[in-house]
């Protein structure tokens, strides 16, 4: 049974809190394509996006602000903070087809946490 995208999200989101890589990756296809600030394929490209906020972010708090779904696309606001660094500008959307995350988009800006 292929997985809905709320599944997906679900499943996403539960591994970022416990800096889980390879469950973060297990949610997108293997040909994915990742949109940042430049373009990278395949789950390779997943991974490198994940590993400096994982890194910076060592034990956050992440909080989903706003989840909103349109068939088969997510717009995603979400903030995350460690004692030493938080996130600014946080915005994702993901694209789901066949049980995983076919396109991923992310923007967000690292901070100092103390504001």
């Excluded at 430049?38 to 490209?45: D, K, S, V």
């Excluded at 590993?51 to 602000?65: C, I, K, R, S």
């Excluded at 995350?80 to 660094?85: D, I, L, P, R, Y």
């Excluded at 500008?89 to 946490?113: K, P």
Aim: with cysteine; proline share 3%.
């Amino acid at each position: 049974m292929t997985r809905l995208p709320r599944d997906i999200a679900r499943d996403h989101s539960k591994a970022l809190p416990v800096d889980s890589l390879d469950g973060i990756v297990a949610s997108f296809a293997e040909e994915t394509l990742v949109i940042t600030e430049g373009a990278m394929r395949r789950c390779e490209g997943v991974r490198e996006t994940f590993t400096e906020p994982l890194t910076d972010l060592h034990g956050a708090q992440w909080t989903l602000q706003k989840m909103v779904f349109e068939g088969e696309v997510l717009l995603l606001e979400w903030e995350a903070e460690s004692g030493v660094t938080r996130t600014d500008h946080r915005l994702d959307t993901c694209v789901f087809r066949d049980g995983v995350i076919q396109l991923r988009t992310v923007r967000y800006t690292m901070a100092s946490a103390t504001k």
